[in-house]
């Protein structure tokens, strides 16, 4: 049988000796789930041939970059979910509301090992590598959030799409594979440690409550596994003829999921694969190439938070550019209030801030149009960016990163040269009407 957890997802961080412990400690932080990942059953491979029990941890800090009511709420719902399925399978889960490097390193004195599953961005990557300083333990990181593991994938920034897909397409057969669920050799329940109580801690959190919650009761596995079970029985085969539409309902809305880590990629691309039929193959272009874009992107270049970032030929054309003559010029505040003279690009902007979402294909228009209606290409791409990661409930994830630096011309080739724009891909009002009913998505945003 193949291996379900092949070592190329396993990267020792340390080379301290084994230690004798009371249990192993998996410090839960990207992949915020009880089922599919590959952190937690190695984990609990490790506590069964260790005969020691397992203890998962996870540590929840109020300061993550523009993170708000909106995200901690999300989360919140999916981490009850969480504790509640370890107690089931027998794991104790603490959760603390601390820094994570001191309270990993806290909890490690009393641990055999310490296992963590793979972050891909600067401030959670910089967790790792402060602690990895003060733990005197065995650690080992488990990469479980994407398909093919991103150094697997390639081993440097990837141009585009085209690409990366033929290395990524060559590792699915060995990468695409189920994940057996373990049973608990020896229970942790019985272990007590101080923790916060999830229901009472959110607000006790510093954070910004302005922006509020999408909805109560969508977060977690269970809404996720509930909401990809109708989209495959439902949408899958449409996807292809309307996934672009933003006047229909055709998405299968995993990406606030993904974000958190509450489901697996690899369980949804299983489970689209075993419906099989008409849109398998444009789901998974999106969900494996173009998401696994976009983490090769963030994970490789440093600049990813800024106009910095964009290809030699992006940057010179804006910049010869930067002086154009602008039609309109808006201040971050218009924007955010979405008081431009297109109702097409306020209705974008009103979607993301009711609903924490902005269908995929206005998500372009919305950011070309920042660009073209700001004084700069730098001030435009640093708003797009405030205010993706304000109001998306996917805010600060790859795709976020990648989808701004795409209507700035990453990822993308250059095209006929035209005011303001230079040669980065142009769009207008026109195309969304030649498109689809672009109306009808003004008027189902009217109604939110
Ligand atoms: N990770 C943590 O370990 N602790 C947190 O308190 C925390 C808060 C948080 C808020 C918003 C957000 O978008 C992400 C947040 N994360 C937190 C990170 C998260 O666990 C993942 O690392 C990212 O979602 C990966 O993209």
Redesign the pocket.
Known sequence: MKQDIPEERLKPLNDEDPKDGDFVLYWM??A?RAEYNHALEHAIDRGNELDIPVVVL????DN?KN?NLR??HF?LEGLREVETVLRERGIEMVVRYSE?VGCVAELSDEASEVIVDK?Y?PQ?RGWRTELMDKLDVPSVEVETDLVVPVEEASSKEEYAARTIRPKINKQLEKYLIPLKEREVKHPSLDLSFDKIDLDKILSRLDIDNSVEPVAQGIGGTENAKKQLQYFIENKLIDYPDCSNDPSKDCLSNMSPYL???QISPIYIALKVKEKGGYGVDEYLEQLIIRRELAFNFVYYNSEHDNINCLPEWASETLEQHMEDEREYVYSRKEFEEGKTHDDYWNAAQKEMLKTGKMHGYMRMYWGKKMLEWSERPEEAYKTALYLNNKYELD????NGYAGVAWCFGKHDQAWKERNIYGKVRYMNANGLKRKFDIEEYVEKVAAL
């Open positions: 932080q990207r915020q996870f540590c929840l800090v993550f993170a995200h901690y989360m994570p972050p961005l959670t974000h958190f880590g805010g600060r994830d790859p």
